[in-house]
């Protein structure tokens, strides 16, 4: 089956800590996604990548890095620069030149 | 700037009435829509799509969209609303960066169904 899958789906961190969440997708798909979601506030795009060895900030990228080596992965990392780190992150991707994005199931981060 | 306005944070309808939900864009290029839809602790799921082809489209789940580029809306309906319809809606609008720079979203409408 194809699909996105991001791990895990809960994750518990303390204050000052980095933390990484994965991302792999076995679409085939180019590009790939970062977004945060709060309550009330929607999705805001973190980072993005339309290629390989390559990736753009988003809106609020402040805090956060990410890296693609390969096609399938593209892992965020939430450094301890991020102020308000606690929220739900997903992951799309989607064929390069189409809009139509497809999601991940996404990861809860808590920084205790 | 790519915009979108999704009128009402909470939307409350009984079960077997019309849903509708909406959404107003701004976009400095032609827009493509869409409207995901996101159950409790899960992902967002594409209902339906607006590409610059019908003005009327259909998605799954009985949903579908009229894009008017007169009023820049693109409202979700469903004519009888079922107890499984009770989700978080998205409406989103393409990047004005050629393809692959993410969509923007508007903030959500929590769709409430009274039995």
């Known amino acids: 089956d194809g699909g996105i899958t991001q791990s895990p789906k809960y994750l518990f961190r303390k204050e000052g800590q980095n933390v990484t969440l994965s991302c792999e997708q076995n679409?085939?798909?180019?590009?790939m996604y970062w977004y945060r979601q709060d309550p009330g506030q929607g999705l805001r795009l973190i980072y993005y990548s339309q290629i390989v060895n390559d990736f753009q900030k988003g809106d609020i990228a402040e805090g956060y890095s990410v890296s693609r080596e390969k096609k399938e992965s593209f892992p965020l990392t939430v450094t301890s620069a991020q102020k308000n780190p606690t929220a739900f992150y997903l992951c799309?991707?989607?064929?390069?030149?189409?809009?139509?994005?497809?999601f991940g199931p996404g990861t809860r981060l808590t920084v205790l | 700037a790519q915009s979108v306005t999704q009128l009402g944070s909470h939307v409350s309808v009984s079960e077997g009435a019309l849903v509708l939900l909406r959404c107003n864009y701004s976009s400095s290029v032609p827009p493509y829509l869409f409207w995901y839809v996101q159950y409790p602790n899960q992902g967002l799921q594409l209902l339906l799509k607006y590409t610059s082809a019908a003005t009327l489209v259909k998605g799954i789940n009985g949903f579908e969209a009229e894009f008017k580029k007169s009023e820049t809306s693109f409202h979700l309906t469903k004519p009888s609303a079922h107890m499984s319809d009770a989700a978080e809606y998205f409406c989103?609008?393409?990047?004005?960066?050629?393809?692959?720079?993410?969509?923007?979203f508007g903030k959500g409408t929590h769709l409430i169904i009274q039995p």
């Open positions: 679409l085939n798909h180019d590009a």
């Open positions: 799309a991707s989607s064929v390069a030149g189409n809009y139509e994005q497809f």
């Open positions: 989103a609008v393409r990047g004005s960066g050629g393809g692959a720079d993410g969509l923007t």
